[in-house]
């Protein structure tokens, strides 16, 4: 069964940065499809960044420049680093793994942003 633990989360203020993870069991990643997503409070949730065959990578123009997705195969682990984070960067993160059979979805963990 495919389970992925996102940690790394935590309060930090306006113009620090925290470095998330992913860490997969269940699965081995040879070239994943990815993403890294956050729910704010009263919000839907959005996709911050994407990896593709483990090597494409994408991010949403409010993150471009400060968020990096990458991937570490032989430890089956996602991490996002964020830079120069605002408050607006807030919510639960939730990482997802696309598979050919279904969606994997982590439980999130929370990113609070000080001004």
């Known amino acids: 069964q495919v389970q992925l633990v996102e940690s790394g989360g935590g309060l930090v203020q306006a113009g620090g940065s925290l470095k998330l993870s992913c860490v997969a069991s269940?699965?081995?990643?040879?070239?994943?499809?990815l993403g890294w997503y956050r729910q704010a409070p009263g919000k839907q949730r959005e996709l911050v960044a994407m990896i593709k065959n483990g090597r494409d990578t994408s991010y949403a123009d409010s993150v471009k420049g400060r968020f990096t997705i990458s991937i570490e195969k032989y430890i089956d682990t996602a991490y996002l680093q964020m830079n120069d984070l605002n408050p607006a960067d807030s919510g639960v993160y939730y990482c997802?793994?696309?598979?050919?059979?279904?969606?994997?979805w982590g439980r999130g963990t929370q990113v609070i942003v000080s001004s």
């Open positions: 269940g699965t081995i990643f040879v070239a994943p499809d």
């Open positions: 997802k793994l696309q598979a050919p059979s279904q969606d994997y």
